[in-house]
């Protein structure tokens, strides 16, 4: 079946270090989003990328979407503790179906 | 209502009895979606809503478990003769159409536990 891998799995930091979670899909995505679930709660959509190398910013987060759309990046520059959770991205193959397929997730811990 | 509501928020059952599910989308929000998360793991896709119908239900992992929307709003999710690997968090999402355009949102969930 349809799988999106992510990598890595977890990452610790110091605040102020930079972070970036990667995504990557075996076959072509429609587009894909990216979601934040802190601890304890659940996820919330923070962006979604459609066309090829495309690239937005939030204010220190950076998205990027691969120019083949099989691949995905959050970045995120000089983490603070609210960055803290874990970010999931979530791919859409097109077709008759509209579900998302969600990623493994990157679990980010930021030390103060 | 303002956001996607889930109840109830936690459900203890007895292995072997039934169970009941309830998501009430965000008002006018026509596709609806039910995933479950088991404990520090990703989001498992269940069934996706359209209106009423479900043209995909290919997540959902048993005959125990059904699912049925009303009204295009509220959803009900039924898993039959509980078995302790079904104790998750059964998240329910939201969208404006089928969410090509715009991201899900999520209820609070269902955390149910099979003992």
């Known amino acids: 079946g349809q799988q999106v891998m992510q990598i890595p799995q977890y990452q610790h930091v110091q605040e102020g270090e930079d972070f970036t979670t990667y995504c990557n899909s075996s076959?072509?995505?429609?587009?894909i989003q990216w979601y934040k679930q802190r601890p304890g709660g659940h996820p919330v959509f923070l962006i979604q990328?459609?066309?090829?190398?495309e690239v937005k910013k939030q204010k220190r987060l950076t998205f990027q979407f691969g120019e083949a759309k099989k691949n995905s990046s959050l970045h995120i520059t000089a983490t603070q503790t609210t960055d803290v959770g874990t970010y999931f991205c979530?791919?859409?193959?097109?077709?008759?179906?509209?579900?998302?397929?969600f990623g493994t997730g990157t679990l980010l811990a930021v030390q103060p | 209502g303002a956001g996607v509501s889930q109840s109830p928020s936690n459900k203890v059952t007895e292995k072997g009895k039934d169970v009941e599910l309830r998501c009430d989308p965000i008002?006018?929000?026509?596709?609806l979606y039910w995933y479950r998360q088991s404990l520090g793991q990703g989001l498992e896709f269940l069934i996706y809503?359209?209106?009423?119908?479900?043209?995909?239900k290919s997540g959902l992992p048993s005959d125990r478990f059904s699912a049925e929307r009303t009204g295009g709003s509220v959803s009900t999710l039924t898993i039959q003769r509980t078995q302790q690997e079904d104790s998750a968090v059964y998240l329910c999402?939201?969208?404006?159409?089928?969410?090509?355009?715009?991201?899900?949102?999520f209820g609070s969930g269902t955390r149910l536990t099979v003992v």
């Open positions: 809503f359209q209106g009423n119908s479900a043209p995909d």
């Open positions: 076959t072509t995505l429609s587009n």
């Open positions: 990328l459609v066309k090829s190398g």
């Open positions: 008002s006018g929000h026509t596709a």
């Open positions: 979530a791919a859409r193959y097109g077709g008759a179906t509209n579900k998302l397929i």
């Open positions: 999402a939201s969208s404006s159409r089928g969410g090509g355009t715009y991201g899900y949102t």
